[in-house]
Structures are given as structure tokens and as C-alpha cells.
């Protein structure tokens, strides 16, 4: 893998993650309450000209055993869903990752549709290489956030279960 680009000044701040923690607990809030209809298209970035669409993804706490829902960009692959760990390009992967290697049965909420109970899997090398540009097309962001780490940047597939 390349050497990692910069990555812009301030993400790193710790105002970013605290307005990111507090946004998301407000889209799900706010998804919940509606429905889907509002915090179910994320218009950041890339998503700004073509909004991409959010599910809530449910995990439990590898260590708490606490219940979290997460807001996530996804690409829906015939039955299949796929989210990405990018956590905005940072250093380490995201913790509702590491809590989904370790209870992989899990329920998603969809816009307009009722809870889904899903089985959470990395996709494996091949697969991955196949979903990537798929899921760069729906969120040009992902190449950046990818341009500035080491790590390669997870794909989880969510199957209908």
C-alpha cells in the first residue's frame, strides 16, 4: 500500500469526534423517530450532489456488553448490504467493527422498513476488490479516507439471516 497522504488539518481534533459522536446519536434519533425520512441520505462530501443512502446498524460492546446503534453509509447488493469501516480515513478501525467481528448477528434498520436481522462477515480479498469501486461510485470520499491510512480499510458484508 501506498504511503498514507496527509490527511486535512483539524479532522483530528477532538471537537471533530465530539460533533461526530453527537450528530450521529442525533440522525438516529431523528431516523427513528421518523421513520427513515429524515437522517436516511447523508449529504456531507462527496454525498453533497449525490446523497448516499444510511442504515442503523445495531452492535453490542465487545467489552460492555452495552447495546449501540451506529448510522452507516451502505451499498445494497442484491439481498446483501454493504457498510465500510473508514471511520473518515483515521488511523484505527472503528469500534462498531471490532463489535461486530465479535457478535456478528445483528439487526439493521432501513429507511421506511421494519428492523433486519443480519450476519455481519468481512469480505475476503477478492470480494472486497469487487465491492470497492462499487462502493467509491456511491461515495467518492472512501478513496480519500483510504488515501490517508495504512491500514485497508474494512468491508463488511451484512446477509439477510
Same mark, same amino acid.
Not at 24 to 49: D, H, P, Q
Not at 98 to 118: G, I, Q, W, Y
Not at 143 to 160: C, K
Given at each position: ?7 486535512? @488539518? +483539524?479532522?483530528?481534533?477532538? $471537537? #471533530? =469526534? ?58 445494497? @447488493? +442484491?439481498?446483501?448490504?454493504? $457498510? #465500510? =469501516? ?76
Amino acid at each position: 500500500m501506498a504511503e498514507p497522504k496527509a490527511r486535512p @488539518d +483539524g479532522l483530528d481534533k477532538p $471537537i #471533530v =469526534g465530539k460533533i461526530m459522536k453527537y450528530g450521529a446519536k442525533a440522525n438516529v434519533w431523528i431516523y427513528r423517530l421518523t421513520n427513515g425520512r429524515i437522517g436516511a441520505k447523508w449529504r456531507v462530501g462527496a454525498g453533497w450532489k449525490k446523497p448516499v443512502p444510511v442504515l442503523l446498524l445495531d452492535h453490542v460492546g465487545r467489552k460492555s456488553g452495552t447495546h449501540f446503534t451506529t448510522p452507516l453509509l451502505f451499498l445494497a @447488493d +442484491g439481498a446483501n448490504l454493504v $457498510i #465500510v =469501516g473508514s471511520q473518515g480515513g483515521m488511523p484505527k478501525n472503528p469500534q462498531w467493527f471490532h463489535n461486530l467481528v465479535a457478535t456478528p448477528d445483528t439487526t439493521v434498520d432501513l429507511p421506511r422498513e421494519r428492523r433486519r436481522a443480519v450476519r455481519a462477515r468481512v469480505a475476503e480479498s477478492a470480494e472486497r476488490a469487487d465491492l470497492w469501486p462499487r462502493l467509491v461510485e456511491l461515495y467518492a470520499d472512501f478513496d480519500n479516507y483510504q488515501s490517508w491510512t495504512e491500514r485497508e480499510i474494512p468491508v463488511v458484508v451484512l446477509e439477510p439471516r
